[in-house]
């Protein structure tokens, strides 16, 4: 099995959005020699918060996971998926940097595969 670039070192991707509109981000989670990794038995997180050093389970953060309509796997051999952030998400409301990062977990183990800032610029 291949492993998730590792917590120390996941990919850092910044991501962006024009505020008020539909974020679409698809995503392929790769290893740290930038191979596919299959996630195929993996539950996958999205977390969209308000800084890095907000906690993960501040109410305010918008949370996607596997099974939710908002997450569709679109390769599980190749790690490739689509997360949607829907308009009216409270961080796309108003414009400004946000942070994200989206977790990998598999038999178990946690790894987040890839962070960075999110912005949402305004119109």
Sequence with gaps: MNQ????????YIPRSVLQGNTALLELQITDPSGQPVDITSSTLTFVLKASSQAADDDEANTVIETGSDQLTVLNEALGKVLVTIPNDDAHLAAHGCYWYHLNVT???????????PFYVAAV
């Design 106 to 116: 598999t038999a178990g183990l946690v790894q987040t595969a890839m962070c960075g």
């Design 4 to 11: 998730v670039t590792s917590t120390n070192h996941p990919s």
